[in-house]
């Protein structure tokens, strides 16, 4: 217990802000030893501003999109979490920054512009989970709340992303559906479709793998890590195939691989992190692989290492060794499939 002699210093508050993108709430504020009256007086010296009911920013409004997450679920009270598609934004599921705030709550908190709360009996601890320090739904509760107010399209491009960040766990999603919550009948037909595109993907995809090792093989490549993950400051990205004394990086992909929009931005978003840290990136479809070995082949020699070889020099600038298309011909033009450096093979 603080003695009442001893005034309790804004470190305290600072303390909060630094855990809680800006914010402070005034039972936060209480338990450290500040009085009503304290709080009124730096409301009114603009050192605390009030977002809600109870919850202040420190030292300006300028709040970023977790900060008004992490406001919301303040104005919540104990045991709130954010829910619904700022949850999935949270997560990184969805894009953008939702003009109002979804709070799953323990008790009745009146709505207000920019937040809107959803009373619950109670909240399993399984539902609970900690991003970037805000309370919000797990990926699983977060994901039947967003189906409950989107169409099943919607919902398919966040169980997609879900994968890609690793967040998918089949189980979980297959309990939350057991409970037949709203959302429920929306999220089971999407992880239909999305079952079946996935086991259709990695079936193409492993025999792919397969028959390009054996290429290599064949034709006396050094012989690669395969299904690595590479480390960004960015994220941790898996890649089909990796020199990492060279550097080099083959993915293996197709129609498949793209068959969203989502698919279409992951496969960006990893070529352009990894270029970054000075990978090269080049592409091989199946058509390439199996179709056209030997024109491929004459490529891939160009750079990529060999058994009892000299190392190969680079390669010449993206897009100047001509089109490459699914004949083998060579064509003019910056169109190159099979330029380095993230061009496709």
């Not at 908190?109 to 309370?135: F, K, Q, Y």
Request: hydrophobic share 40%; charged share 30%; net charge positive.
């Amino acid at each position: 217990m603080r003695p009442s002699s001893v005034a309790p210093s804004d470190e305290a508050i600072h303390a909060f802000a630094a855990r809680q993108h800006g914010l402070v709430s005034r039972r936060q504020l209480r338990d450290a030893g500040f009085s009503a009256s304290a709080v009124r007086h730096r409301v009114a010296r603009r050192r605390l501003h009030r977002i809600y009911p109870g919850v202040f920013a420190v030292g300006h409004r300028l709040l970023s999109a977790r900060g008004w997450w992490m406001a919301a679920v303040l104005a919540g009270g104990d045991g709130a979490l954010l829910s619904h598609r700022a949850a999935a934004a949270l997560w990184g599921l969805v894009d953008g920054s939702p003009a109002v705030v979804d709070v799953l709550t323990l008790r009745t908190t009146e709505s207000r512009p920019g937040l809107r709360p959803h009373r619950a009996r109670e909240i399993l601890e399984e539902d609970r989970a900690v991003v970037d320090g805000i309370p919000c739904t797990s990926v699983a509760r977060t994901l039947v709340d967003l189906a409950a107010g989107a169409d099943e399209r919607a919902v398919d491009r966040a169980l997609r992303r879900a994968e890609d960040r690793r967040l998918f766990d089949r189980f979980a999603l297959e309990g939350m559906l057991e409970r037949a919550r709203p959302g429920t009948a929306v999220l089971r037909s999407a992880m239909r479709v999305f079952a079946g595109d996935e086991a259709a993907h990695r079936r193409l995809k492993a025999e792919l793998e397969v028959r390009f090792i054996e290429l290599l093989r064949r034709h006396g490549f050094v012989l690669p890590d395969t299904n690595v993950v590479v480390r960004t400051p960015w994220r941790d990205w898996e890649v089909d195939t990796l020199w990492p004394a060279h550097r080099l990086v083959v993915e293996l992909d197709g129609w498949w691989c793209h068959r969203d929009r989502e698919s279409f931005r992951r496969d960006h978003r990893r070529a352009t992190d990894l270029r970054a840290m000075g990978y090269d990136v080049t592409r091989l479809s199946w058509d390439q692989v199996v179709e056209h070995e030997a024109a491929t082949v004459e490529r891939l020699i160009r750079f990529l290492p060999r058994i009892g070889a000299p190392a190969p020099s680079r390669p010449p600038a993206p897009g100047t060794w001509g089109s490459f298309d699914a004949t083998g011909d060579h064509g003019p033009g910056p169109g190159s499939d099979l330029g380095y450096r993230g061009q496709g093979l």
